[in-house]
């Protein structure tokens, strides 16, 4: 049975960072240091693209890829 994306860009960042731990060096290697922002909780996938200048679509993929190992 296959399954759909695990990442949605309406998640926020702390969320995907607490539940796959190696999405956090995806998010270093664009530059966002949203480990332990006080904002994590609620800048979104979204949000935090717009902010760093990042193509949302190749970042979900690269954590999707951490993801899976």
């Not at 960072?17 to 060096?25: D, V």
């Not at 995806?26 to 979204?46: A, E, K, N, Q, S």
């Not at 693209?49 to 899976?68: D, M, P, Q, S, Y």
């Amino acid at each position: 049975m296959a399954h759909g994306p695990l990442i949605d860009p309406d998640m926020p960042v702390d969320e995907i960072m607490r539940r796959w731990p190696s999405t956090i060096a995806v998010m270093i290697r664009h530059g966002m240091l949203c480990i332990g922002c006080p904002i994590g909780g609620f800048h979104t996938v979204t949000d935090a693209c717009r902010e760093h200048g990042v193509a949302e679509v190749v970042f979900v993929a690269e954590l999707e890829a951490a993801i899976a190992g």
